[in-house]
């Protein structure tokens, strides 16, 4: 099948480019674009307390004006703030409020807003009721910026300074900082690519046409998807695109060097183009294929995740993978059929294999001692998993973010002066079950019984619905709203004392940001428990289905499950116990696991594949062992180096939960290629013999080898006679 498939695209290579090119620019010009969603099944189902309290918040209480930022005010010498600061503050608000910024309903600042100590003075800056419930409008976080440059030259007569902190101010500084994050991650990922495939084939085409290659598939998944969301009920965000890119420069690269190592592989055993290129999508279409279909299924576990967000990325994930699957087997054939051995221009390498002492020499060392390289290998990773048990989750993805962000020194100033919670309050809801209006006496009762938590600095009543049958309360916690303490609290005492304070005939409900939270990491658990296994199974399943073997497929997911507990390790000693961390992002496991094991399995899959290639021949097992890994060896270091040096540029980002990611996957990946693909899988093979292959047999001889004395390697002879 493969064979046909690279022989009808590298004879009709111009047919296959018109096909691909018409199909990127109708889809681009016709396919409904990617929209932004409101929609909380995005984090959380509908049966998480937290989201049914945001329903309830919705329906009873519909034009209720909460602060979406602070400003936060202290005099520029620390010191108290005097009468005439206080009028001051008060005069800044008015003019904050007089600018009337689009989203912005009010600037209002009151005598109570004066902390305690004196210290510090607040104003609450209120969105429109229809602008600052959508997470994805950036419509008051821009408002946020002008009121930062209005603010100035109202300061500028008094003695204060003034920050502004909260969510919206949170989510400008955290969009703006991403933003030269995102453009340096780009323009890394692209010169990297280009360079070092400039380096491997000394061929400026090479080094040019995958990206070019790329970013038609790119065209042609994000229509795809974005018909797929429009038509078959698909949940997909504008926000999928950035992933995308990166999972499609990574896969993709990994799958155009797969198909050119072969082809150059073909050409300098003396084939002609056209066939050399049909050859290799023969040879190693099924190993891209199979190492995509690992891939995929993987992505499609994510379907099973209690959250939302996730669930809408699996499927937009394995529509890009099956996209790119499709052109490695077709475009790029077709593109390289047309350049011929021009591609190569200015190299000659590719008529003569040189001496890859490093490769050669690891191959050797693979095959003369294969129980001792395993043990090693295992031992290396076993050591670099124990890290894993020390694992903590951080949900604080505030404290990522640079001290020298406004946002967050604001923060730290509020803190001198109020409960860190100030900025973003539990609430906390009392509904009537019988649809009564509900007891004052018993709603002032129980706002006692709210402050009487241990770790609740203030609760209040806000205000209830006009029948009386919901009452909202808003309650300031001791912590900082995303930290540890406030979402143990929210998601336990609190919610527990709240439930069984209700007053009679009513019952509570507990949300906010901190509630939303403490739901998140009962969700993540969940999936960590559901997914995982059912990826790892399927992807067992893809795998026996390649090699047509029971045994193989345990062995390599045993090592690939060792490779992602020896990288969450490694993550966890740099950055918990190195850099004494609290923790590491929540969502770092699901991380890991989509870029180092989905993606990482292609490594794998190459090399067993090369390795029943070279068994098939009748050669010795030794000898086999030592052709696949020198063989397969420059093709996986390259296309590893490219991957995780696309990841690793992340570690230049100012904020710490971007590095954790950036140096996660890049290890990981480099874990994969250099110790479990090259080293542990191949020797484990060797260790097992024929035993690998039971029951398919694979391995079993499908050309006679010569045998002569002195003769050349069966790989070598193959060669010559191709």
Known sequence: MFRAIGRFAVHRPWLTIAGWLIAAVALAMLAPGLKSTTDETEFLPSHYESVQAGKLQENAFPKTEQPSAIAVFQRADGGKLTPADKNDVAKIAAGLQDKHRKGIAKVATSPQAVSPNGEIALANIVADSDKGKNPADETVPNAVKDLREDAKPLLKDTQLKMGITGQAATALDSRESSGDTDAMIMMATLVLIVVLLLVIFRSPLIALMPVLIIGVVFMVALGLIGTAADLGGLKADSSISAILIVVLFGVGTDYILFLLFRYREELRAGTQPKEALVNSVARVGETIASAAGAVIVAFLALLLSTMGMMRAMGPSLAISVAVTLVAALTLVP??????????????????????????????????????????????????????????????????????????????????????????????????SKAGAPLDKGALDTYKTKLEGIDGVGSATLTTTNPEGTVAQYSVVLKYRPTEDKAIELAGGPLRDAAHAAA????????????????????????????????????????????????????????????????????????????????????????????????????????????????????????????????????????????????????????????????????????????????????????????????????????????????????????????
């Not at 076993?382 to 923060?411: C, I, P, R």
């Not at 020198?630 to 904020?655: E, K, W, Y």
């Not at 990946?669 to 260790?687: D, E, G, K, R, W």
């Open 334 to 431: 077709a593109v390289f059929s047309l350049l011929g051995t021009k591609a190569f221009w200015p190299s000659k390498a590719w008529k003569k294999r040189p001496r890859t002492r490093v490769a050669d020499g690891l191959g050797s060392m693979v095959a003369r001692r294969p129980g001792v390289i395993a043990a090693l290998s295992a031992a290396v990773l076993a050591v670099l998993a124990v890290g894993t048990f020390s694992f903590k989750a951080e949900f604080d993805t505030d404290s990522s973010l640079s001290s020298k962000l406004e946002s967050v020194q604001a923060m730290k100033d509020l803190q001198r002066g109020f409960s860190a919670g100030q900025s973003d309050p539990a609430m906390v809801y009392v509904q």
């Open 503 to 722: 007053p009679e005939g009513s019952k509570a409900l507990v949300g906010g940001t901190s509630a939303v939270l403490a739901d998140v990491e009962k969700a993540v658990n969940h999936d960590y428990k559901l997914v995982f296994p059912v990826a790892g199974l399927a992807i067992m399943i893809i795998l026996g289905l390649l090699l047509r073997s029971l045994v193989a497929p345990v062995y390599l997911m045993i090592s690939v499950a060792l490779g992602f507990t020896a990288t969450l390790g490694a993550t966890v000693w740099l950055f918990q116990d190195l850099q004494h961390k609290n923790g590491l992002l929540f969502m770092l496991p699901v991380i890991v696991y989509l870029f180092v094991v989905a993606i990482g399995t292609d490594y794998n899959i190459l090399m067993v594949a090369r390795l029943r290639e070279e068994v098939r021949r009748g050669v010795p097992a030794r000898e086999a062992i030592r052709t696949a890994v020198a063989r397969s060896t420059p093709t996986i270091a390259s296309a590893a180096v490219i991957l995780a040096g696309t990841f690793g540029v992340l570690m230049l980002a100012d904020n710490s939960m971007l590095q954790q990611m950036g140096f996660a996957v890049a290890f990981g990946i480099l874990l994969t290629a250099f110790v479990m693909a090259m080293l542990l899988v191949p020797t484990i093979t060797s260790l097992l013999g024929h035993k690998a292959w039971w029951p398919g047999h694979q391995d079993a001889p499908r050309v006679t080898p010569p045998a002569r004395p002195g003769s050349p390697t069966w790989a070598e002879a193959e060669e010559a006679r191709r």
